[in-house]
């Protein structure tokens, strides 16, 4: 586990708890996005690793930035994130309460690499058996990328299914060379 994630976790939890308590989980998941975003930003990104700023400072311009689009209580959040120096974990605090979201939702994120471009049709059988497989309603993000050749390449949570052609000749690859 990175240490990254080790710090992130608790603030991820207190913020998916609360976002569940008001019954606003995508609105909290919108907010978290562009607070992420705001310190993704390589411009915000050195401020907060400028030894002479302070994070409370910081924390006053993404919450400026982020503007009408934070309540309240998220606000109070990203002032507890400053307080204890932990802006930057905002893009993996936003990451785990995603996962967070999707297991509370029962769904699952699911990216498909096809070597060609899926047809609607085919999206949905896929999402449907993706969806008997795991028990799970299926948010499915399908890209093209020529160079599998064909077939795909599922992501879905810590699982990978390479279908790909250019899977299967790496594996021939491997096997000729042993």
Not at 127 to 140: K, T
């Given at each position: 586990?990175?240490?990254l ?52 400072s ?26 204890n ?30 070597a060609?471009e899926l ?19 299926i ?11 064909g ?18 000749l ?9």
């Amino acid at each position: 586990m990175s240490n990254l994630t080790k710090l992130a976790r608790p603030y991820a939890k207190a913020a998916f708890e609360m976002a569940r308590a008001d019954s606003a989980l995508a609105k909290w998941s919108r907010m978290l996005g562009s607070a992420a975003s705001i310190v993704a930003n390589p411009d915000v990104r050195k401020l907060i690793d400028s030894p002479g700023v302070f994070e409370s400072s910081v924390a006053k311009l993404v919450r400026e930035t982020g503007g009408e689009r934070f309540n309240a209580k998220f606000a109070h959040f990203i002032d507890v994130l400053a307080g204890n120096e932990r802006l930057s974990l905002l893009p993996e605090i936003k990451s785990m309460f995603t996962d967070l979201r999707l297991e509370e939702e029962k769904e699952l994120a699911v990216k498909v690499v096809s070597a060609v471009e899926l047809s609607d049709d085919q999206k949905k059988r896929m999402s449907d058996a993706l969806a008997r497989r795991f028990d799970r309603n299926i948010e499915l993000r399908a890209t093209v990328d020529p160079a599998l050749i064909g077939g795909a390449i599922i992501h879905a949570g810590d699982m990978v299914i390479d279908g790909s052609i250019k899977g299967e000749l790496n594996k021939l690859a491997v096997q000729l060379a042993d």
